[in-house]
């Protein structure tokens, strides 16, 4: 089974700090993301990468950052955190097959007080 | 950008009567995906549509694909407890040629069972 692993389930971050959010996933997927969902606005893609060191804009970006250095990790960094970016991060990762289907980690709930 | 807009946002039923959720994308899809959320986990995928016209069912579940590409549907038959969650449509997002696994959800359907 495919397993994306997120380093947190629950965070408290303060108001400006610089926060990082980890995500492995174990199937040497090419394709890793970034979603962030809140009530009533589903699932929003802040940043994707389809290869090592590439990385794409999602729908979503600003105030976000990530890092890919390795196949199998992509991080979420938050420059300086705020209170409006506290919710729910979910990474998920898939093949660079046509059709994939994405394969979800558990969530971190961020809480930036 | 291509949206992907599912409704109802709250579905309240119960224990025994059908549910139904149905997304709509602004543009043709190649495919589309639906997703499971329990409630407290992540989304698991469900089925994936790729025909025109394609219906598949799952148990008491049953998935159809507009025959323009452009909606799509879930009906449960006769709900479960255990059938409580969040139901996400996906589309694939396309730029030059290739979506990367690029995918836009709908805003989900909320289904509360009562038993």
């Known amino acids: 089974d495919v397993k994306v692993t997120q380093s947190s389930r629950y965070l408290v971050k303060r108001t400006g700090e610089k926060v990082f959010l980890e995500c492995v996933q174990d199937?040497?997927?090419?394709?890793m993301f970034w979603y962030r969902q809140d009530p009533g606005l589903g699932l929003r893609l802040i940043y994707f990468?389809?290869?090592?060191?590439?990385?794409e804009k999602g729908d979503i970006p600003e105030g976000y950052s990530v890092s890919r250095e390795k196949k199998e990790r992509f991080s979420l960094i938050l420059e300086s955190a705020s209170t409006n970016q506290t919710s729910m991060y979910l990474c998920?990762?898939?093949?660079?097959?046509?059709?994939?289907?994405?394969?979800f980690g558990q969530g971190t709930r961020l809480t930036v007080v | 950008g291509q949206q992907v807009m599912q409704i109802p946002q709250y579905q309240h039923v119960q224990e025994g009567e059908d549910f139904t959720t149905y997304c709509n994308s602004s543009?043709?899809?190649?495919?589309i995906q639906w997703y499971k959320q329990r409630p407290g986990g992540h989304p698991v995928f469900l089925i994936q549509?790729?025909?025109?016209?394609e219906v598949k069912k799952q148990k008491r579940l049953t998935f159809q694909f507009g025959e323009a590409k452009k909606n799509s549907s879930l009906h449960i038959t006769a709900t479960q407890t255990t059938d409580v969650g969040t139901y996400f449509c996906?589309?694939?997002?396309?730029?030059?040629?290739?979506?990367?696994?690029?995918?836009?959800f709908g805003q989900g359907t909320i289904l509360t069972v009562h038993p």
């Open positions: 998920a990762s898939s093949t660079d097959r046509s059709y994939t289907e994405a394969f």
């Open positions: 543009t043709t899809l190649s495919n």
């Open positions: 990468s389809y290869d090592v060191k590439m990385k």
């Open positions: 549509l790729v025909k025109s016209g």
């Open positions: 996906a589309g694939p997002v396309y730029a030059g040629g290739t979506s990367y696994g690029k995918l836009t």
């Open positions: 199937m040497d997927h090419e394709n």
